[in-house]
């Protein structure tokens, strides 16, 4: 089984980093998953693994679990569809796109971005029950417990409130 853990196009040290470490890497394996995919976008560090230039990739054996480590790629599409978990900073696009897949999404959200703002994001949809939330130090944890099973599927977009919005605003019904 596969993860993709992606921090999108901003610096996240600490989640790359929990991500690649011991506590993680054991939770994952002892739930089945074998091979774990990092976008680590303009991240620094990554304890054992060193990362890779830009356009370069890294990897390792950890922990009974494959690391591949990558800075960008024109879209992410191909990794959501071939993980069956995905870890991410909370970021309303990644969080969309994955929850549209049906895929089980723990989000990780970066306390040092705009008044923390996707603590809020993250709180209020796992309080539906469409993904897990998680901070640095508890995501072991979430990863031993969650149940993908459980998660409640996030509604298809309609664009049909919308565009019934837009009329209405414009004066046209």
């Keep these: 089984m596969r ?35 990092v976008q680590c976008g303009s991240s620094r560090g990554a304890g054992d693994l060193a990362l890779p230039s830009e356009a370069g990739t890294a990897s390792l054996m950890k922990d009974g679990v494959s690391v ?5 790629k024109p879209s992410l ?11 991410s900073h909370a970021g ?4 969309l796109d994955v929850l549209r897949m049906g895929k089980t999404l723990i989000v990780v959200p970066n306390p040092t971005l705009l008044d923390n703002h996707q603590a809020e994001l993250a709180e209020a949809l796992a309080a539906r029950g469409h993904l897990y ?25 309609d664009g049909s409130k919308f565009r019934a919005l837009l009329d209405e605003e414009m004066g046209y019904i």
């Design 3 to 37: 993860v993709f853990v992606t921090v999108g196009s901003t610096r996240f040290d600490p989640l790359i980093e929990a991500s690649l470490s011991t506590a993680v890497l054991q939770a994952l394996h002892s739930r089945g998953y074998t091979d774990i995919t």
């Design 92 to 95: 309303s696009g990644t969080i």
């Design 133 to 157: 939330a998680a901070v640095i130090s508890d995501l072991p944890r979430v990863i031993e417990l969650m149940d993908g099973s459980k998660l409640v599927p996030f509604p298809q977009f």
């Design 77 to 87: 599409q191909d990794e959501y569809e071939r993980a069956d978990l995905i870890i």
């Design 68 to 72: 591949e480590a990558w800075r960008f």
